[in-house]
């Protein structure tokens, strides 16, 4: 397997521009999270899904974001306007739950700049 | 809600003595607690982990202990040498459902000086 796939690996944008970041999961891995990495917040978990179901969202900044899944390979995480404070690193990663193997694999990371 | 708290946010030792970094985390839930290292510019990647039914792990020169009854972890890293620069994060999650939220704590990042 090639591991968690982000796409792209870099993003700049505009403020204002609708902004669409893509994952594809480890094929079999059943759990899927969102983070933002900035220098000041650490990892922030934005979301997570259980079997393409959204769990908790508590973590989503504001409504300018949003996030889907439509199936076990895949999710986007939007924002849409974007600003400048979104600017940051942007992972996905995956794992399956359970009492085994519970290592989340993580993706290289979208770095966005909005300007 | 769920947290997990990190100390110190940044460390520097010389090379061969020991790192320690602690974490704390809330959620009595929480059963699974891996650690994290991630190099500049690079992804996250796990170190070593540990289950709660556990209460230490060693592997080669890191080893992690686990007090369930304080909510607390640690991460030790012995004979330190200047490739284990790096930031590390520790986290805690449950194994399923509900539980299996992925929290991370805000990162140490420590410096191995030669």
């Known amino acids: 397997d090639a591991g968690v796939i982000q796409s792209p690996r870099h993003e700049v944008t505009e403020m204002g521009q609708e902004v669409t970041l893509r994952c594809k999961p480890i094929s079999g891995h059943n759990s899927l999270f969102w983070y933002r990495q900035t220098m000041m917040r650490g990892l922030e978990l934005l979301i997570y899904f259980n079997n393409n179901v959204p769990i908790d969202d508590s973590g989503m900044p504001e409504d300018r974001f949003s996030a889907k899944m439509p199936n076990a390979s895949f999710s986007t995480l939007k924002i849409q306007p974007s600003e400048p404070r979104d600017s940051a690193v942007y992972f996905c990663a995956s794992r399956t739950p359970g009492t085994g193997n519970t290592e989340a694999f993580f993706g290289q990371g979208t770095r966005l700049t909005v300007v | 809600g769920e947290n997990v708290e990190q100390h110190p946010s940044t460390l520097s030792v010389q090379e061969g003595d020991s790192a320690v970094i602690k974490c704390t985390y809330s959620d009595s839930a929480s059963n699974y607690f891996p650690w994290y290292k991630q190099e500049l510019g690079k992804r996250p990647q796990l170190i070593i982990d540990?289950?709660?039914?556990?209460g230490e792990k060693k592997d080669q020169r890191i080893a992690v202990t686990l007090n369930k009854t304080a909510k607390h972890f640690s991460l030790h890293i012995t004979e330190t040498q200047p490739e284990d620069s790096a930031v590390y994060f520790c986290a805690a999650s449950g194994n399923g459902g509900a539980t299996n939220k992925l929290i991370f704590g805000t990162g140490t990042l420590l410096a191995v000086q030669p």
């Open positions: 540990i289950r709660s039914n556990v």
